[in-house]
């Protein structure tokens, strides 16, 4: 019940986004402009505030990078092994497969869930995982398709240009270099932050309209690959890996169990891989309102 609690009001702004977008009572240009000042404004300040506050600690071991980040690279692989293999040439698949929505839904789950204590973790995940991902899915497709460009160079400097990352890294200098800020600065910044989440969770009801809820064997392979086989991975590699505190195992469970995010929709490469992709971010954030209560409750008796 304590599981369901936490997320409840989490898929509850999901759904009223939702509504918001598929009744039209915020117009197209509405919507463009709050998910503008959401990302980036409000969840930049989030993140700076959220990091440059935190008691860093164990979030910058390498070892909890290693403990998410190879599963995820091994989830990637092996379903571009497949797809390649099917399609006859890349696939944003094996992405989608290991790509989380840990900004969206991870962070107010964490917060719900850990308070700061826990987002310490998402955080040092989240000022590597697009940059990681995204710069391999990019290397991936240029290789598969024969450019003769440098592969992830570019993508490696757009997601250094984020506004996300770079309230992440902000955040970090002043914590290590520990810069003493004007309060009012501080409280501006808090009170910008406090507007994050919601907006962000009522702009990602507003994106799924854009998709179709679609059924397929690829679709559900990809869903179940993302919610059910990739935290399991993490879960396992975790028990085995010293050094990592309970807290922090479970963030990074429960941060591989999040739904796909819907980033991955722009590295798809055709109009039937846009389809597929957008169908499994929908199906896979429906069916996270499910798996993620049973990955709260498993990680409870751990």
């Known amino acids: ?80 092994i497949f797809a390649h293999r099917a399609s006859g040439g890349p696939t944003a698949f094996g992405l989608a497969g290991s790509y989380s929505n840990n900004v969206l839904v991870g962070i107010p789950m964490i917060t719900a869930l850990f308070g700061h204590d826990g987002l310490v973790y998402l955080f040092a995940l989240l000022a590597v995982h ?43 200098a002043v914590n290590v270099s520990d810069l003493p800020l004007p309060s009012t600065l501080w409280q501006m910044l808090e009170w910008l932050s406090r507007a994050a989440l919601p907006c962000a969770l009522i702009v990602l009801g507003i994106g799924l309209t854009r998709h179709r809820l679609r059924s397929s064997p690829v679709i559900w392979s990809l869903c179940l690959l993302k919610l059910i086989a990739f935290p399991l991975i993490v879960w396992g590699l975790s028990t085995l890996v010293p050094g990592l505190s309970p807290l922090a195992r479970h963030v990074l469970v429960l941060a591989a169990a999040n739904p796909i995010g819907v980033n991955v929709l722009a590295f798809a490469m055709t109009p039937e891989q846009q389809r597929t992709i957008g169908g499994s971010i929908f199906l896979s954030t429906l069916l996270a309102a499910f798996t993620l209560p049973l990955w709260m409750m498993v990680m409870s008796q751990d």
């Open 1 to 80: 019940m304590a599981a369901i609690l936490a997320i409840a009001p989490i898929f509850g702004l999901i759904v009223l986004g939702y509504l918001l977008g598929w009744r039209q009572w915020l117009s197209a240009d509405s919507a463009g402009g709050l998910s503008q000042i959401t990302f980036k404004l409000f969840m930049p300040c989030l993140l700076f505030v959220g990091i440059a506050k935190a008691p860093l600690g164990d979030a910058l071991s390498p070892v909890l990078l290693l403990v998410y980040f190879v599963p995820a690279l091994l989830v990637f692989a092996l379903i571009n």
């Open 130 to 172: 697009s940059l990681i991902l995204f710069s391999i899915q990019s290397s991936y497709a240029a290789l598969g398709l024969g450019s003769k460009q440098r592969p992830g160079l570019k993508m490696l400097f757009k997601n250094l240009a984020n506004p996300l990352v770079i309230g992440l890294l902000l955040g970090v």
